[in-house]
């Protein structure tokens, strides 16, 4: 079996059954064994009925820790663990979280995110009102290792709840949703199909397919919270900008869900927008590994990808930034009077 798959993998519909549970919140897990009690912790605190909501961890092999063993210890029963038989990556254990959630509503909340106070029932009352939506979410904020907020999800400040106009257009030109935000009709899976494709951005696909098919319901709550981690620039991907190459392929993918009248317009401005991205990246990169090579290498694909005065000014103000701190530590020849050095 593909580690990628080629095409959005099937999920088969659930026999008919009036013991389902409402909600299943589905838990991948892989080598984040230190935030996942506090994963489980934050789904427990909401006080769901038992028997309205499946809660299982799905670890890809893990070898951090005994996770099977946190389970049992935070989880105190409530939770169900499930280890794949060997490590499968990252689209196919969420295939298999699918899969395995027997609710009518599938959240999958990564194993170093959490849900704030409330999440699962305004997300439920967002289906009750809108019974035609085939998913809601809602804001997040930012969190570091240590739990504390770091950054505020600002997309919208103004107090909002219900169907997003023109959502396929909107989420087609720019991602706005965490994984930890959104919640899913199981159906909707059932019918549309698992990520597929590439596994930077699956996720950003997956929104654009069901705006395509299915209205989406959103709330201005804060309700989760987003994990970044002190190393989340440094994967290989980010280092050299394949993570652009990537988001070129995914931009075709979006694109096959588009009106056709509508594709030119909508590329232009996701090419603006992730151009923009990496080259915040590259300035992230001299800030935090001073290595030019990899500054280089993301504003040279950001620049390939778009290019307009905005965004060569930027490019410019890092590259002034990289020759000031040359000539900065470049050696300067002793003193005539003194023998001594400049410092």
């Known amino acids: ?10 999920i088969p519909p659930l026999a008919p059954s009036p013991d389902r549970p409402q909600w299943s919140v589905m838990i991948p897990v892989y080598n984040c064994a230190e935030f996942l009690p506090y994963t489980i912790e934050s789904v427990l605190a909401q006080n769901y009925p038992v028997k309205a909501m499946q809660i299982e961890v799905v670890d890809d ?3 951090d820790a005994d996770v099977e063993k946190i389970v049992q210890e935070v989880g105190k029963g409530s939770v169900s663990y499930y280890r794949q038989p060997q490590n499968v990556g990252s689209l196919r254990n969420f295939e298999t979280c699918i899969n395995r959630a027997q609710g009518h509503f599938v959240h999958l909340l990564h194993g170093d995110d959490r849900v704030r106070d409330g999440y699962y029932r305004a997300m439920q009352k967002l289906f009750e009102d809108f019974p035609e939506a085939g998913a809601a979410f809602c804001r997040h904020y930012h969190i570091d ?34 994984y930890a935000t959104i919640a899913v009709k199981r159906e909707v899976y059932e019918k549309l199909g698992s990520f597929y494709g590439l596994t930077y951005g699956e996720d950003w696909e997956m929104w654009v397919r069901i705006a395509k098919h299915y209205p989406v319901a959103y709330t201005s709550q804060v309700l989760a919270e ?11 991907k980010f280092l050299t900008g394949e993570y652009l190459e990537d988001a070129a392929h995914l931009f075709q993918l979006i694109q096959q869900h588009l009106p056709p009248e509508h594709r030119k317009q909508i590329l232009r401005k996701a090419q603006k927008n992730f151009a923009n991205y990496g080259i915040n990246i590259a300035h992230s990169l001299w800030q935090k590994t001073g290595n030019r090579t990899y500054v280089e290498a993301n504003l040279r694909k950001a620049l390939n990808m778009h290019i307009d005065a905005k965004i060569c000014y930027k490019a ?4 002034a930034k990289m020759a000031l701190h040359d000539l900065k530590i470049k050696p300067h020849a002793p003193e005539r009077a003194t023998g001594k050095a400049y410092t």
């Open 61 to 63: 092999g893990s070898t």
């Open 145 to 178: 290792e240590q739990n504390s907020i770091i950054s505020k999800n600002v997309r919208d400040d103004n107090p909002q709840r219900g169907l997003l106009d023109n959502w396929l257009l909107r989420i087609s030109e720019k991602q706005h949703i965490q």
């Open 226 to 236: 987003y994990r970044k981690h002190t190393n989340s620039i440094s994967g290989v």
């Open 1 to 10: 079996m593909e580690r990628i798959p080629t095409s959005p993998p099937l």
């Open 316 to 319: 410019a103000k890092i590259v």
